[in-house]
């Protein structure tokens, strides 16, 4: 071989080394630039995942709170109810008790303050010689109504009606003791 040969095969294969060292650095470059992008891949990810898996958590939590306060919710709506029925057969026996029929007066007389110039008493028939003597006292005609119980009814003489019973009055005052009795019971 020439010498020439010689010459442009030596450049020829450092001019090859010199492409394969330059390629070489160029695919580890790649190589390295691809590893460290999927590993910050990776590290996102991860983020994501931990951060979804924490807010998956978080909501769990909130329903299973919600859950709690849902049932304490409706077991305190139980307890009122329950209540609000001993108080109510509690005015029931009301009408058994010696002084009923000066409860039956005091509620006639205030439902007369509300409705001067009433013709009539109404009560429950089982009622009527509990306040008999008073109507007359007052010059009320008795009348009986049986659906009327544990109060008095003052009807005028246009025909406008009074209504006071102890039931009533306890569904209006319920309205405020509700909420009170709660607060005594659970704070």
Do not use: C, F
């Amino acid at each position: 071989m020439s010498k020439l040969a010689e010459i442009l095969q030596a450049e020829v294969g450092a001019e090859i080394e010199e492409i394969a060292a330059a390629a070489e650095g160029r695919a580890a470059k790649i190589v390295s630039e691809a590893q460290s992008r999927a590993e910050d891949r990776i590290a996102e990810q991860k983020k994501k995942l931990e951060a979804e898996a924490r807010a998956a958590a978080q909501g769990a939590q909130s329903a299973a709170d919600l859950i709690v306060a849902s049932a304490r919710t409706q077991a305190r709506g139980e307890v009122l109810d329950q209540l609000w029925q001993k108080v109510h057969l509690a005015l029931e026996e009301t009408a058994a008790q010696a002084d009923y029929g000066e409860i039956l007066q005091a509620l006639a007389t205030e439902a007369m303050a509300v409705a001067p110039g009433a013709a009539a008493l109404t009560v429950n028939p089982d009622d009527q010689e509990k306040v008999k003597n008073w109507a007359r006292e007052q010059g009320l005609e008795l009348q009986t109504d049986p659906h009327l119980r544990l109060g008095v009814r003052l009807v005028r003489q246009s025909g406008a009606s009074v209504e006071n019973t102890l039931p009533e009055r306890l569904r209006r005052a319920w309205s405020t003791l509700g909420p009170e009795v709660a607060k005594i019971l659970w704070e």
